[in-house]
């Protein structure tokens, strides 16, 4: 199994607008082949979002980063700046 953990920052969003954004995408990782959970994180005080994913495989969780689901709801998101994205093996 992979952790994986994405970290951002909004820009021209506020935090109620991302947690409304949020209920509307996640169904969609309902589908993402090889995601075993994803726990969405707010830090509104500080400005840091994101998630920390588990994943089957590194297989799973690299195919899921070239995906149009990552590419479009969080890697090209104007709203989403100081993208940070880790894998941790356990």
């Given at each position: 199994?992979?952790?994986q953990v994405?970290n ?6 506020g935090h ?5 954004a ?7 990782f309902?589908?993402v082949k090889?995601?075993?959970s ?5 830090d ?8 920390v994913?588990t994943?089957e495989?590194k297989e ?5 980063g070239?995906?149009e689901?990552?590419?479009?709801a969080?890697?090209?998101n104007p709203?989403?700046?100081?993208l ?5 093996g356990?």
């Amino acid at each position: 199994m992979v952790i994986q953990v994405v970290n951002f920052n909004l820009e021209g969003i506020g935090h109620q607008d991302y947690l409304g954004a949020t209920v509307d995408v996640a169904p969609a990782f309902n589908d993402v082949k090889g995601l075993k959970s994803k726990v969405w994180l707010s830090d509104e005080e500080n400005n840091v979002y994101g998630g920390v994913y588990t994943w089957e495989n590194k297989e799973a969780m690299e195919a899921f980063g070239e995906s149009e689901l990552f590419t479009n709801a969080v890697k090209n998101n104007p709203n989403f700046v100081n993208l940070s994205v880790k894998s941790f093996g356990i």
